[in-house]
């Protein structure tokens, strides 16, 4: 079975400008599992206003656009970095690597 990911938004940071509660910060976090064991990554976007931008009101903001954001600004290749992270973190939980231990000398 396919490991699942679920982003969550943590906060955001807003300024006054250009408009009122424009974010300019989103710290959110992804989290992957396999049913089992659960891995968590996490990271900051920082925002900028481009021209011709539609603005939409800090109060209407969805966790879904912002999420959006996130994984535009991350792009295609970001997305699947992080994805893959935290697979190989799912399977050293589920397949933890085999250390060699130090015996004593037999004799």
Not at 30 to 55: K, P, Y
């Amino acid at each position: 079975m396919p490991n699942t990911y679920t982003w969550t938004v943590d906060s955001m940071s807003t300024m006054p400008t250009p408009e009122l509660d424009f974010v300019v910060n989103i710290l959110w976090t992804l989290t992957g599992t396999d049913g089992t064991n659960t891995a968590i990554s996490g990271g900051s976007t920082r925002l900028t206003q481009v021209e011709g931008d539609d603005f939409t009101p800090y109060a209407d903001l969805t966790e879904t656009q912002v999420l959006g954001w996130v994984q535009d600004d991350l792009g295609e290749e970001g997305v699947g970095n992080f994805k893959e992270n935290l697979d190989g973190q799912i399977n050293s939980m589920a397949t933890p690597p085999i250390t060699p231990t130090v015996e004593p000398l037999p004799w």
